[in-house]
């Protein structure tokens, strides 16, 4: 199911097309990223956030492989238990998977997140890299910056910038994990907390 | 992940639905599934060269042992810090109970001192049960006497869960679905709260469980358990995965259910003969081994003995436990 039964549309940001249009412009950006001097190839890796960000950061892999021969490494994060707020807000958050298979240390890495909002799942994020290792750089890739920003966060690599307000929500579906792919804004529709 | 909010979508069958962790009776099949998946990611942390996250960053959790232990104490208390929350051990000896204070008392006093979680091992059977009607604070149960003993039934079932067995489908023992698999329980079953444990959480996710020992350390009627008994270890053995040794305590051969530690050894202990026997054969002893007695010592030092995996799951299992349960916190 891609949305809610309770779920309100206010619009459709992007359905599939737009959404695969966008991914080729970010890989892109990032393949222009790599031809900076300051950013050897050879030192660079994508690294997807649970969940979703897992799979937009594959298919960014694949899009640079396709394009540009290179074979990035990609690695999977999740930042569930460095979460500030899970005791205040929710109860027993679903811890995924982290397996980054590579060395993090002076790596360039590219987190790859499907929504940017408060910045605190990011922060959780920057926590956990660098629980694992010292990279050399962490530039920040989201599919949509829905703006309304708690801490001083900026991505690098934005798909699309869309202001909203806290009653509202950015979904994200993606074929991988869900019907098919497509952004909506919606009403928040029930208090998920 | 998006930020909008953290991932909780899960189905009803697998959310912890318990406050507290008294024992695994009451667990369902889907909430042992999630414990063993949760920490499954905590062990990923032990891996890390920051074996640290910052969880229960805030939560004060009470050690409260009334009674000798090693690794469990060492390993909740590892669990806790690794996790970040502020922990504080009290030990009966040379304390308050020592002068005739009462359990209710003790633990009233210390949650007069604002903490948010206990974990306690206590000799008597129901003890962690009676301290959350004196208490508001979530509680753990790290053995009582010899009615449960959780987190060794989850740490065992964890290290049962990721053993390659050739005759299981990939990932179907990962899935935390045991079916077929079949564990033999050696020992003194009826003062055992490891077995009690075990025996509910191998039954809740499949595994088919025999219960082995001497007449006098099986309990009665256990068959409602839905388990078998046999005081046969070769019956035990036969056709066996995984056979799951308890530590005779050294006192009841003086209770005299058993003759001599020497014929215990020579009609219950697992010796490299049967490995040999028995190729496929894994061996599991939650500790402290009695060398010579349940085990050979060739066993315990055996590829096939997963005693020192349990002992790393231990740290998994409780970092998860003290995870989910602190969700309500706050």
């Known amino acids: ?193 | 992940m998006t930020e909008e909010t953290l991932d909780t979508r899960r189905s009803s069958l697998d959310a912890l639905h318990h406050r507290h962790l008294l024992g695994l009776t009451g667990y369902s099949t889907g909430e042992i599934r999630l414990i063993l998946r949760t920490a499954r990611e905590f062990r990923e942390v032990l891996d890390r060269p920051i074996k640290r996250v910052p969880s229960l960053r805030g939560v004060t959790v009470v050690n409260l042992f009334f009674e000798p232990s090693t690794r469990t104490r060492l390993s909740f208390e590892l669990a806790e810090k690794r996790l970040s929350a502020d922990v504080v051990n009290f030990s009966s000896a040379g304390s308050s109970v020592s002068k005739g204070e009462t359990l209710k008392d003790t633990a009233r006093n210390i949650e007069a001192m604002k903490i948010d979680m206990v974990v306690i091992r206590h000799k008597s059977p129901g003890a962690a049960h009676f301290l959350t009607r004196c208490i508001d604070s979530v509680v753990l149960n790290a053995g009582d006497g010899a009615h449960e003993h959780p987190t060794q039934a989850l740490l065992d079932l964890l290290t049962l869960s990721d053993l390659a067995l050739p005759r299981f489908p990939a990932d179907q023992l990962q899935q935390g679905d045991l079916g077929g698999l079949r564990v033999s329980i050696l020992g003194d079953i009826t003062h055992s709260r490891v077995a009690r444990s075990n025996i509910h959480g191998l039954r809740a996710l499949g595994a088919e469980v025999m219960l082995c020992g001497p007449r006098t350390m099986l309990p009665r009627e256990v068959e409602q358990m839905g388990v078998c008994t046999t005081d046969r270890l070769d019956e035990a053995l036969d056709g066996c995965d995984v056979a799951m040794a308890l530590r005779i305590q050294l006192e009841r051969q003086s209770a005299g259910l058993f003759p001599s530690l020497r014929e215990y050894h020579e009609r219950f202990g697992i010796k490299a003969e049967h490995l040999a026997r028995y190729p496929d054969l894994y061996v599991m002893h939650p500790g402290p081994v009695n060398r010579g007695v349940e085990l050979a010592s060739e066993v315990v030092d055996s590829e096939r003995s997963v005693i020192l995996n349990q002992v790393t799951n231990g740290v998994a299992v409780r970092m998860a436990c003290l995870y989910l349960l602190s969700g309500g916190i706050g």
């Open chain 1, 1 to 193: 199911m891609l949305l809610s039964p309770d779920d309100t549309v206010k619009a459709q940001l992007m359905d599939g097309a737009d959404l695969d249009r966008t991914l080729n412009r970010l890989a892109r950006q990032i393949v222009e990223h790599l031809d900076d001097d300051a950013e050897p190839a050879d030192r660079l890796a994508l690294v997807g956030m649970q969940t979703r960000g897992v799979h937009l950061a594959r298919r960014l892999r694949d899009k640079i492989a396709a394009v540009e021969g290179l074979d990035l490494p990609f690695g999977i994060l999740d930042a569930t238990m460095y979460r500030d707020d899970f005791r205040k807000r929710l109860r027993q958050p679903v811890v995924h998977p982290t397996d980054i298979p590579f060395d993090v240390d002076e790596r360039r890495l590219v987190l790859v997140d499907d929504v940017v909002y408060t910045g605190r799942t990011t922060r959780a994020a920057l926590d956990a890299l660098m629980d694992l290792g010292r990279p050399a750089s962490v530039r920040l890739l989201a599919l949509v910056d829905r703006g309304l920003r708690e801490l001083p966060v900026r991505p690098d690599f934005v798909g699309r910038t869309v202001p909203t307000t806290p009653g509202e929500e950015v979904r994200v579906r993606l074929a991988e994990a869900d019907a098919a792919d497509g952004v909506w804004l919606v009403e928040r529709a029930t208090n998920t907390e």
